[in-house]
């Protein structure tokens, strides 16, 4: 859906407000994008109460500046990530409350979430690479039976941490799905970037080597 605030580039914060998704449907409150630009959106979502919507985070425009960011350094614990902390997610069980693709790369720690899940997207066109990287801690996930599972892990690499998980859940787990590693059939959309398999200049790899 579209953004109520949609936000470009680098060193800028979103703090202290309230985002309301008064529909049924799926809504987006924040999007961090970078796909018509070139650099990787990078700040700070801090403070904010977000109602039944969610951060979006898009992380560059096409295949190749998608690899740029793949090819560069992970960068756990630095600043090159859209930080979201002490901001409070109340949902009603339908979907993901901050969700990343196109090499897209967050922090998310010191929030509250109730029922909904942190994801992390693999591709999602043949065109496309994943979430690059993700940081997850320090938050308090509390269930009341409406969602799956607090983390839904797709692509990139990333840690989860010192997160407390409380209430009900479907599955009281991180549950991991590598879509490039263990799909295998012709509609899943792994056209350019292959399979994960060592063998592919996109991901860095070089002959002779994984």
């Not at 979430?113 to 993700?134: C, F, P, Y």
């Amino acid at each position: 859906g579209i953004a109520t605030i949609e936000v470009r580039g680098i060193n800028w914060r979103i703090d202290h407000c309230q985002f309301t998704n008064p529909t049924s449907s799926k809504s987006v409150g924040i999007n961090a994008n970078g796909t018509n630009v070139t650099i990787s959106p990078v700040g700070l979502v801090d403070h904010c109460i977000f109602n039944n919507c969610k951060v979006l985070i898009n992380g560059m425009g096409n295949f190749n500046t998608q690899n740029s960011q793949w090819a560069s350094n992970l960068g756990l614990g630095t600043s090159d990530a859209i930080y979201i902390e002490d901001c409070t997610f109340n949902y009603d069980g339908r979907g993901n409350c901050v969700d990343t693709n196109r090499a897209g790369k967050y922090v998310f720690r010191y929030n509250t979430v109730i029922d909904s899940e942190v994801m992390t997207h693999s591709l999602q066109a043949a065109n496309e690479r994943g979430t690059r990287k993700w940081e997850i801690y320090n938050n308090n996930f509390i269930g009341t039976g409406k969602i799956w599972a607090p983390f839904f892990v797709r692509g990139g690499t990333g840690v989860i941490f010192n997160n407390t998980v409380s209430g009900q859940w479907t599955q009281k787990n991180i549950i991991l799905d590598n879509v490039r590693s263990c799909s295998f059939s012709a509609d899943e959309n792994i056209a350019l970037s292959g399979r994960c398999d060592g063998n592919h200049a996109a991901d860095g790899n070089a002959a002779g080597k994984s």
